[in-house]
């Protein structure tokens, strides 16, 4: 294999972003101080616990992403909507840089919806949306970026795609997965099996 470092730097960038496989992929709700409705697209959300329940995610260094992670700092308040398939491309245009005064709501078409006293926007498109209150941030500071850890306080998710024992059906939603920074995929269940215990 021809030596990574020789790689320009987009290919090193799709490269490593791919090498960990297939991931979640969110638009992250926010508010900022002045009113300004923002949207960024995550595709590393990450399931921390069930009770109490929480959800983390990396975000980029600061002058690379800093209006997400700003408004979070300054309201304390996120929302979490899970993209589908129908409107995939208007969540990808999110991950544009917009100026700070520019809502990516207005930019893409996609509509905000607002819930109880929750501070930040939900889209309203979006068949599973749950809020996100602030727990701690995590700067990682060997490459500038910060793990944000959030609790779980409302989750509105569409009626059929919950079964029985709980379990969300993800791809009756057309929910989306990512592989790299810019290919997306509407995976299928392979097999569901019983809780793993050790053999007798």
Request: with cysteine.
């Amino acid at each position: 294999m021809e030596a990574l470092e020789e790689w320009d730097r987009f290919k090193r960038a799709h490269f490593f972003n791919s090498l960990s496989g297939f991931k979640s992929t969110h638009l992250i709700g926010t508010t900022s101080l002045e009113g300004v409705l923002n949207l960024g697209l995550f595709h590393n959300i990450v399931h921390l616990g069930a009770d109490p329940a929480l959800i983390g995610y990396v975000n980029r260094p600061r002058e690379a992403a800093p209006h997400t992670l700003a408004n979070i700092e300054a309201t304390g308040q996120y929302s979490l909507n899970a993209v589908s398939a129908p409107w995939v491309q208007a969540a990808h245009q999110c991950s544009a840089k917009y100026p700070a005064d520019v809502s990516e709501f207005e930019a893409t078409g996609l509509s905000p919806l607002f819930r109880d006293d929750i501070k930040a926007p939900f889209v309203a498109e979006s068949v599973l949306q749950y809020g996100m209150e602030l727990v701690e941030i995590i700067p990682i500071t060997h490459n500038n970026t910060f793990f944000v850890i959030g609790r779980v306080t409302g989750i509105w998710v569409q009626a059929n795609l919950v079964g029985s024992d709980g379990f969300i059906d993800l791809p009756a939603g057309e929910i989306v997965t990512s592989a790299g920074i810019d290919a997306y995929y509407t995976p299928t269940l392979l097999h569901r099996f019983p809780y793993a215990k050790p053999s007798p």
